[in-house]
C-alpha cells in the first residue's frame, strides 16, 4: 500500500497546531530541562538531541524537521552547525535564541535559567510572573545544592587533589576546587603522543584523578588514567545518560558525588 508522505506530514502539523501550549525546542537536555522547570505545563518543550550524544555530532533525523517546523521558540548552544540555515529553511518566525558558554556549574547555570525564562516570557508575556516565580524557586535550590557542595568540597581538601580533567569538563573541576594539572581536548584530536606526554606529567605531579566527559568518549582517559596509576572519573554534562541525573540539579549533584567518592577511596588507601 502507498503512503501519501505529504498527508502524514500535514496530519503532525494539525495535531501540533491544535496544542494549546506553545511548542519550544530545545537542542540539548540542557535547555530542555531548564524550559520544563521554569516553563511547567504552560509549553510543550521537545528535546531533539539524545542525552548521550554530543550537539556537535548529532544527525538530525526527519522528526527533529517537524518539531523545528512547529516550535515558537528555540534554545539552542551555538556548537550545532546546522541550526542557522535549518531554521531559516523551515521555521524563519521562530524565536531562536543563542545560549553559549559552559553550563555545568553553578553560577553558569543560573545565568542560563534567567535567559530560559526571559525569553519564555517573550512567547508568553501573559505567564512571565508565573515564569519568575518558578525561577526564583529554581534558583534558591541551585544555591542551596551549591553551598552543600562547596562545604562537602573543602572538607574532602578538593584543593590539595591534583587531577588531569577532560576541556569540557574544566569548568566544573575548577569550580569545586580541585587542582588541575593538565586538561585535554575531545580524544578525536589526541594522539599516542599526547597520552605518552600526559602521562609523564601526570606522574611528575602526582595526578590522583582523570576526570572525563562522557559525551566526548572516554576510551582515552581510561587509558591515561591506568598509564599514571590515577582513578578514572566519568562525568556527563547533559541530564540522562548517568543514573540519577534527571535534570540538571541532580547532575551537578551526582557529577560532584562521582568526584567526591573517588576522591573518599584514595584517601580511605592512604590513610594508614
Known sequence: MRVNLALIFAAFCLAFVGMAQPVVIATSEVFGSLARTIGGEDVLVITIIPAGFCPAHYDLRPSDFLHLSQAKLVFYHGIETWMDRLLANTNPEALVVKLGGPWNYPEALAEKAKAVAE?????????????????????????????????????LRLSEVPAIVMAWQESFARWLGLNIVATYPPEERLSVKDLLELAQKGRENGVKLVIDNLQSGVSFGGRLAQAIGASHVVLTNFPGPIPGTVDMLSMLRVNANLVFSAVEALQEVTVP
Open 119 to 155: 525569553n519564555l516570557s517573550k512567547i508568553l508575556p501573559e505567564k512571565a510572573d508565573l515564569f519568575a516565580g518558578r525561577l526564583s524557586t529554581f534558583l534558591a535550590e541551585l544555591e542551596a545544592l551549591a553551598g552543600e557542595l562547596k562545604t562537602r568540597a573543602e572538607e
